[in-house]
T-cell receptor, first 113, second 122 residues
Framework: EDQVTQSPEALRLQEGESSSLNCSYT??????LFWYRQDPGKGPEFLFT???AGEEKEKERLKATLTKKESFLHITAPKPEDSATYLC??????????????FGQGTTLQVKP | EAGVVQSPRYKIIEKKQPVAFWCNPISGHNTLYWYRQNLGQGPELLIRYENEEAVDDSQLPKDRFSAERLKGVDSTLKIQPAELGDSAVYLCASSFPDGSRDLAGTSSYEQYFGPGTRLTVT
């Protein structure tokens, strides 16, 4: 069964304290891995798509990496405005899985000034 | 560019009452998704439309849930009758086929979400 597990569930950082969020996945074949940011009361906001092991993408203080079993979202020198829930999702290969995202439960990040 | 629009943003109803949610996707996005997100969990797909056709409704509880996308643009998700366990955030997302394709023709899609409708059933 295709599955996504994120850790930790919650993370508290001081402003400027770098860290990483983990997303472990089990799929029969990976079509793509997606990272989203979700603020309270809002829908998920798209951040990155990763397609193959070794791929990396960056956006401001965020950097996403991908291996064959997991993805990391590295946050460098975070600011309070980076506080949010970060969701990881995968899309498996196979015609029956087209467009279907399987989400993890999310990591809630709090960055204190 | 306008994002995915959903209404209402909040809805409180008593159990056994009907409720409907509306979604207008991003212009040009032919694929539309309805997800349900329970508190502290990631979204779960309920139904996916390609234009007017529901191509994946395997996770939709068909005894009480229904959806339609009559002209291939706006969509409505309905629950009748609502149960206490239906309390959740209902998210609509849309996408435009813009990913790489493998030999089987399947593609990756970047999905863009609306703000959601928070449903409370009392």
């Amino acid at each position: 069964e295709d599955q996504v597990t994120q850790s930790p569930e919650a993370l508290r950082l001081q402003e400027g304290e770098s860290s990483s969020l983990n997303c472990s996945y089990t799929v029969s074949g990976l079509r793509g891995l997606f990272w989203y940011r979700q603020d309270p009361g809002k829908g998920p906001e798209f951040l990155f798509t990763l397609y193959s092991a070794g791929e990396e993408k960056e956006k401001e203080r965020l950097k996403a990496t991908l291996t064959k079993k997991e993805s990391f979202l590295h946050i460098t020198a975070p600011k309070p405005e980076d506080s949010a829930t970060y969701l990881c999702a995968v899309q498996a290969t196979g015609s029956g899985n087209t467009g279907k995202l399987i989400f993890g439960q999310g990591t809630t990040l709090q960055v204190k000034p | 560019e306008a994002g995915v629009v959903q209404s209402p943003r909040y809805k409180i109803i008593e159990k056994k009452q009907p409720v409907a949610f509306w979604c207008n996707p991003i212009s040009g996005h032919n694929t539309l998704y309805w997800y349900r997100q329970n508190l502290g969990q990631g979204p779960e797909l309920l139904i996916r439309y390609e234009n007017e056709e529901a191509v994946d409704d395997s996770q939709l509880p068909k005894d009480r849930f229904s959806a339609e996308r009559l002209k291939g643009v706006d969509s409505t998700l309905k629950i009748q009758p609502a149960e206490l366990g239906d309390s959740a955030v209902y998210l609509c997302a849309s996408s435009f086929p813009d990913g790489s394709r493998d030999l089987a023709g399947t593609s990756s899609y970047e999905q863009y979400f609306g703000p959601g409708t928070r449903l409370t059933v009392t």
